[in-house]
């Protein structure tokens, strides 16, 4: 199975950006569905965003027009920008990543393979 490891996260100002990077193990991650999620202090894993191996995304309402999810094939990277951060984007997130067969799903149950995350923190 393909691996993730997450970075980028880092403490920031409420208003700020960030830019969060998930380095996949393999050139193959092109075939996989591929998520953000976030688990916020307490509360319990969200999905963020997802992007479909056609480059087609979706995002949650919370953070619809403020982040965006984009896959760098030539370096088999995932990436989070977000901007206009907000206390509440406070959490854990997570890259993850399931076989596309069909749509990719919303559900953090249905992908099999999560990076360990990083934290991120605005204030």
């Known amino acids: 199975d393909v691996q993730l490891v997450e970075s980028g996260g880092r403490s920031v100002q409420a208003g700020g950006s960030l830019r969060l990077s998930c380095a996949a193990s393999e050139a193959s991650y092109g075939s996989y569905c591929l998520g953000w999620f976030r688990q916020p202090p307490g509360k319990e894993r969200e999905a963020v965003a997802r992007i479909d191996t056609d480059g087609d995304t979706s995002f949650g309402n919370s953070v619809h027009g403020r982040f965006t999810i984009s896959r760098e094939h030539a370096n088999s990277t995932l990436y989070l920008e977000m901007v206009s951060l907000l206390f509440v984007d406070t959490g854990r997130y997570f890259c993850?990543?399931?076989?596309?067969?069909?749509?990719?799903?919303?559900?953090?149950?249905?992908?099999?393979?999560w990076g360990q995350g990083t934290q991120v923190t605005v204030s």
């Open positions: 993850a990543a399931t076989p596309a067969v069909g749509y990719c799903p919303r559900d953090a149950v249905s992908y099999n393979v």
